[in-house]
């Protein structure tokens, strides 16, 4: 099996401990990770940073929510983005279409499923 390459990942979770842990797992898998808390942060990083994916929470603390911030993101370019998220409802899954998510993956959330979405990132 061939490795793949890492990745830019901008990982956008509001929950510091599961920021923290994910973080550790995809670091350890050879990717490089920027952690933002918040929509506002996490579109200012992805700016500066452009990553390759954004593995974006919807519900965010602050103004923005994270449907909004992969919105504002998709602005400056296209940026794969997987969503995360408690919420599965219709409602929400129609909200966030328009962004094209590579994934849309509902908590409680394992690091298998996370590593499979990334590997639909296009390289």
């Given at each position: 099996?061939?490795?793949?390459?890492?990745?830019k990942i901008l990982l956008v979770e509001d929950e510091a401990i599961?920021?923290?842990?994910?973080q550790t797992h995809l670091e350890a898998r050879g990717h490089s990770v920027v952690?933002?808390?918040?929509?506002?942060?996490a579109v200012q990083c992805a700016s500066q940073a452009a990553p390759d994916v954004v593995i974006m929470d919807v519900h965010l603390t602050g103004t923005m929510d994270g449907i909004e911030a992969a919105s504002e993101m998709q602005k400056e370019g296209q940026v794969p983005v997987i969503f995360v998220t408690g919420y599965?409802?219709?409602?929400?899954r129609q909200r966030a279409a328009p962004c094209s998510?590579?994934?849309?993956?509902?908590k409680p959330v394992s690091?298998?499923?996370i590593i499979a979405a990334l590997e639909c990132v296009p390289r």
């Open positions: 099996m061939v490795k793949a390459e890492p990745l599961v920021a923290m842990m994910t952690v933002a808390a918040t929509g506002a942060a599965a409802d219709a409602a929400l998510p590579l994934a849309y993956l509902v690091m298998q499923d």
